[in-house]
């Protein structure tokens, strides 16, 4: 979470905005502003939007904090599932993940063929 954290307290000293500020644009106490600036927890997605914009920043810059968050998370939760799986539990859950990274992988390639295609010159 400290991605997150890390990510709001410069945005905010960027767009030169105090607690005081942020909670009242965010209608949330500013303790719960503490506790996004101290890593304790995150903002929902309506917040984001609302720091966003009392921030007068894209969500997208708040996103990348969050989305590490995230994907730390589920790692976490990842390999705390598989300490309780049987050997056969584990090698099952291992080719579904391989299944579905493959897919993953040939969908990220037929995106970069369509912007590869999309840039050609129109005949």
Request: hydrophobic share 40%; charged share 25%.
């Amino acid at each position: 979470m400290e991605e997150f954290s890390v990510t709001l307290r410069r945005l905010m000293a960027l767009s030169d905005k105090g607690v005081s500020d942020l909670a009242s644009g965010c209608n949330v106490s500013r303790q719960t502003v503490y506790r996004w600036l101290n890593g304790e927890s995150l903002p929902n997605a309506e917040h984001i939007h609302d720091i966003a914009e009392a921030l007068g920043i894209d969500e997208g810059q708040l996103a990348g904090g969050v989305a590490e968050y995230v994907r730390r998370q589920a790692i976490r939760q990842l390999m705390d599932l598989a300490v309780n799986l049987s050997d056969t539990e584990l090698c099952i859950l291992l080719k579904i993940a391989t299944e579905f990274f493959n897919a993953s992988e040939k969908i990220r390639n037929l995106e970069d063929s369509l912007v590869t295609l999309r840039m050609l010159p129109k005949r």
